[in-house]
């Protein structure tokens, strides 16, 4: 089993729902991921945390908001989500973000927007 | 821009069959490459990783695979598939650009018993 734990496993939102998914690791690792996963499709990365701070949007618009509040945790806000964003949310770590360290994936978010 | 390619969409073999999925990338810097393989359900995992050194690394469950730098291909390699290796087959590499982890479209193996 993934030592990467993601809660809900499953939520479903309106449009004008604002809604948090959350991600916990207890290995320590200081890298922190959020990515985003279609049917069928690869995952895209949307967020890097690297020792608590932001260190990559890859152009996420505004209504996907990450927070790090510590080490071991990572946030996604939700806020007046569009259809076309109903996916699987992955969250990951690594030891930090340097380029050999491998990711560790949760089980995900599978989210429905309606 | 950089790109991973994975060339084959479904794959599907018998038990015992041989396996080899390609994975070429578009990008000329050094690179660090990875298989990754997401079982039914379950979450990505890691299968083996390339950073340097020996060109050929073994990976859990029998896997291996080879890294050809003039071709950019790292490909993954299983002489004898199971059924229990029915799964989609990630390539994904890290462009050294602080975490930044670039997969491929993915292959789905189906392996019929």
């Known amino acids: 089993d993934t030592e990467v734990t993601q809660t809900p496993k499953h939520l479903v939102m309106g449009m004008t729902n604002k809604k948090s998914l959350k991600c916990e690791q207890h290995?320590?690792?200081?890298?922190m991921y959020w990515y985003k996963q279609k049917a069928k499709k690869p995952p895209e990365l949307m967020f890097v945390?690297?020792?608590?701070?932001?260190?990559i949007n890859e152009s996420v618009p505004s209504r996907f908001s990450p927070e790090c509040p510590n080490s071991s945790l990572l946030n996604l806000h939700l806020h007046a989500l569009q259809p076309e964003d109903s996916a699987l949310y992955l969250c990951?770590?690594?030891?930090?973000?340097?380029?050999?360290?491998?990711?560790?994936f949760g089980n995900g978010t599978r989210l429905t927007v309606t | 821009a950089q790109s991973v390619s994975q060339h084959n969409h479904h794959v599907i073999l018998s038990e015992a069959a041989s396996l080899e999925l390609g994975c070429n990338y578009s990008?000329?810097?050094?690179?660090?490459l990875f298989w990754y393989v997401q079982y039914p359900g379950q979450h990505l995992q890691l299968l083996l990783k390339?950073?340097?050194?020996?060109?050929l690394v073994k990976g859990i469950k029998g896997f291996e695979a080879e890294f050809i730098k003039s071709k950019f291909s790292f490909n993954l390699r299983k002489p004898s598939v199971q059924w229990s290796d029915t799964a989609e087959y990630f390539c994904?590499?890290?462009?050294?650009?602080?975490?930044?982890?670039?997969f491929g479209q993915g292959t789905e193996l189906s392996v019929k018993p």
């Open positions: 990951a770590s690594s030891q930090d973000n340097v380029e050999a360290s491998p990711l560790h």
């Open positions: 290995m320590g690792h200081r890298a």
């Open positions: 945390y690297s020792y608590e701070k932001l260190s």
């Open positions: 990008y000329g810097g050094t690179v660090n």
């Open positions: 390339y950073f340097s050194g020996d060109p």
């Open positions: 994904a590499v890290n462009l050294n650009q602080g975490g930044k982890l670039i």
